[in-house]
C-alpha cells in the first residue's frame, strides 16, 4: 500500500489505454510518454501495458507503508527517499515506511512511477487509465489527493525473482542497481523540440506560405494545453479557400488546425473524430517526445516519409527488445546493488 501525504499538480494511474472502444465515442486516454513507461514497467518486471502513476510537472510525496520494488523514468525531476536523491532510469527497492519526494521537473514536463505488481484498481473497459473528464478509471476517476491509499497488486514471478536476485533482504531506506538505462534509449526533454511528421490528409487544402511556414518556423505551446491537446502559436495557417469538412477519425498526434490558423496536436486524451483540417500527423517515435514538452517551450516541425517513419519505429522496438534482454541478463548475473541509509 502506498499513501499520498501530498499530491503533486496532477498525478493519475494511466496504462496503455482503452483499445477498441473509440468507435463508440469511447477516448483511448492511457500514458502520455509511452516509452518512459514501457521501460519503468521493464525495470520492475511488470507485462507492457501495466498500469503506472503518471506525474505532470509537481510531483507528489508518497508514503510507502510497505517495501517496493519501483522505478521512476520520463522527465529531468530530482527525486528523493527520506531526503536522499533516488536515481531514475533504475529499479530501486524502497523500505517500508519510507518517505517518496518528487519535485518540480526542471526539463520536461511528466514522470512515470512503476511498482511491481502494478497498482490494484478497477479496470473499466479492459484499462486501468484514468479518463478525468467522464471520472472513470484509475482511482476513482480523479487526480489524486491527500490521503488517498494505492493498493498494490501481488508481484508476478518475474518481479518477485528481480527483487530476490537484484536486491535480497532490504536494510536500508533504498537499494538501487549500479547500472541503469542507456541515455540512448530514454526520450529527450528540453526547452526546444524537433518533432517529425507525416503531411496531413488535408495538407494541401493549405496555402503554398502556410506549408512552408508550418515546417520553418518555431510554435510556441499555449498555456491553455492538456492531456487532450497542446495549443500552438505561431504563424497563422490559412487555407486557400473556405471548405467544410466532415468529421473523420483522429489519433494521437494528429495536427489539426480550426479557424483561427493556429495548429492543435492532439494528445492522449483526444477526442474520437474531429472536423477541423489536418496538415500532419506526429510520427509514432516521436509522441513521447512531445509528450514532454511543457508550456513556453517551443517545437519546429520536420516533414518526413512514411517509410522513414516505419524504419525509426522498427528500430525504436529493436532497441526496447535489447533493453528487456539485458535485464533479463542482469538477472542471471545478480546484479550489483548500492544501498543508502
Same mark, same amino acid.
Given at each position: 500500500?502506498?499513501?499520498?501525504?501530498?499530491?503533486?499538480?496532477?498525478?493519475?494511474?494511466?496504462?496503455?489505454?482503452?483499445?477498441?472502444?473509440?468507435?463508440?465515442?469511447?477516448?483511448?486516454?492511457?500514458?502520455?510518454?509511452?516509452?518512459?513507461?514501457?521501460?519503468?514497467?521493464?525495470? /520492475?518486471?511488470?507485462?507492457?501495458?501495466?498500469?503506472?502513476?503518471?506525474?505532470?510537472?509537481?510531483?507528489?510525496?508518497?508514503?510507502?507503508?510497505?517495501?517496493?520494488?519501483?522505478?521512476?523514468?520520463?522527465?529531468?525531476?530530482?527525486?528523493?527517499?527520506?531526503?536522499?536523491?533516488?536515481?531514475?532510469?533504475?529499479?530501486?527497492? /524502497?523500505?517500508?515506511?519510507?518517505?517518496?519526494?518528487?519535485?518540480?521537473?526542471?526539463?520536461?514536463?511528466?514522470?512515470?512511477?512503476?511498482?511491481?505488481?502494478?497498482?490494484?484498481?478497477?479496470?473499466?473497459?479492459?484499462?486501468?487509465?484514468?479518463?478525468?473528464?467522464?471520472?472513470?478509471?484509475?482511482?476513482?476517476?480523479?487526480?489524486?489527493?491527500?490521503?488517498?491509499?494505492?493498493?498494490?497488486?501481488?508481484?508476478?514471478?518475474?518481479?518477485?525473482?528481480?527483487?530476490?536476485?537484484?536486491?535480497?533482504?532490504?536494510?536500508?531506506?533504498?537499494?538501487?542497481?549500479?547500472?541503469?538505462?542507456?541515455?540512448?534509449?530514454?526520450?529527450?526533454?528540453?526547452?526546444?523540440?524537433?518533432?517529425?511528421?507525416?503531411?496531413?490528409?488535408?495538407?494541401?487544402?493549405?496555402?503554398?506560405?502556410?506549408?512552408?511556414?508550418?515546417?520553418?518556423?518555431?510554435?510556441?505551446?499555449?498555456?491553455?494545453?492538456?492531456?487532450?491537446?497542446?495549443?500552438?502559436?505561431?504563424?497563422?495557417?490559412?487555407?486557400?479557400?473556405?471548405?467544410?469538412?466532415?468529421?473523420?477519425?483522429?489519433?494521437?498526434?494528429?495536427?489539426?488546425?480550426?479557424?483561427?490558423?493556429?495548429?492543435?496536436?492532439?494528445?492522449?486524451?483526444?477526442?474520437?473524430?474531429?472536423?477541423?483540417?489536418?496538415?500532419?500527423?506526429?510520427?509514432?517515435?516521436?509522441?513521447?517526445?512531445?509528450?514532454?514538452?511543457?508550456?513556453?517551450?517551443?517545437?519546429?516541425?520536420?516533414?518526413?516519409?512514411?517509410?522513414?517513419?516505419?524504419?525509426?519505429?522498427?528500430?525504436?522496438?529493436?532497441?526496447?527488445?535489447?533493453?528487456?534482454?539485458?535485464?533479463?541478463?542482469?538477472?542471471?548475473?545478480?546484479?550489483?546493488?548500492?544501498?543508502?541509509?
Amino acid at each position: 500500500m502506498i499513501q499520498v501525504v501530498k499530491a503533486g499538480l496532477l498525478d493519475t494511474i494511466q496504462d496503455s489505454g482503452r483499445i477498441g472502444y473509440q468507435q463508440f465515442g469511447v477516448i483511448q486516454s492511457g500514458t502520455m510518454d509511452t516509452v518512459s513507461s514501457r521501460i519503468a514497467n521493464l525495470l /520492475v518486471g511488470n507485462a507492457k501495458g501495466e498500469s503506472v502513476l503518471e506525474v505532470t510537472l509537481v510531483g507528489p510525496t508518497l508514503l510507502f507503508k510497505e517495501a517496493c520494488l519501483i522505478s521512476l523514468c520520463g522527465g529531468d525531476f530530482t527525486p528523493e527517499i527520506d531526503g536522499m536523491p533516488v536515481p531514475m532510469w533504475k529499479p530501486v527497492i /524502497v523500505k517500508e515506511n519510507s518517505i517518496l519526494t518528487i519535485g518540480a521537473a526542471k526539463k520536461g514536463s511528466r514522470l512515470v512511477i512503476a511498482v511491481a505488481g502494478g497498482f490494484d484498481v478497477p479496470r473499466v473497459l479492459n484499462s486501468s487509465s484514468t479518463y478525468l473528464k467522464a471520472a472513470i478509471g484509475g482511482f476513482l476517476g480523479r487526480s489524486l489527493q491527500k490521503g488517498d491509499s494505492l493498493p498494490i497488486k501481488t508481484l508476478g514471478e518475474k518481479s518477485k525473482r528481480m527483487y530476490e536476485s537484484l536486491f535480497g533482504k532490504l536494510t536500508e531506506s533504498f537499494c538501487t542497481t549500479t547500472w541503469s538505462v542507456a541515455h540512448l534509449i530514454r526520450p529527450f526533454v528540453g526547452e526546444s523540440y524537433s518533432i517529425r511528421v507525416l503531411a496531413g490528409r488535408q495538407k494541401d487544402l493549405f496555402t503554398s506560405q502556410s506549408q512552408n511556414f508550418f515546417l520553418s518556423s518555431d510554435y510556441t505551446i499555449n498555456s491553455q494545453s492538456d492531456r487532450m491537446g497542446y495549443r500552438l502559436h505561431g504563424p497563422q495557417l490559412l487555407l486557400t479557400e473556405t471548405k467544410e469538412l466532415l468529421s473523420e477519425a483522429v489519433t494521437f498526434g494528429t495536427v489539426q488546425v480550426p479557424a483561427n490558423g493556429q495548429p492543435i496536436v492532439l494528445m492522449a486524451d483526444r477526442q474520437t473524430t474531429g472536423g477541423y483540417p489536418k496538415i500532419a500527423q506526429v510520427i509514432s517515435v516521436d509522441l513521447p517526445l512531445l509528450a514532454q514538452a511543457k508550456p513556453g517551450d517551443s517545437i519546429r516541425f520536420k516533414e518526413v516519409s512514411l517509410h522513414t517513419a516505419q524504419q525509426l519505429l522498427q528500430q525504436l522496438e529493436t532497441t526496447i527488445s535489447d533493453l528487456r534482454l539485458g535485464i533479463e541478463l542482469k538477472l542471471i548475473a545478480g546484479g550489483i546493488r548500492s544501498c543508502y541509509l
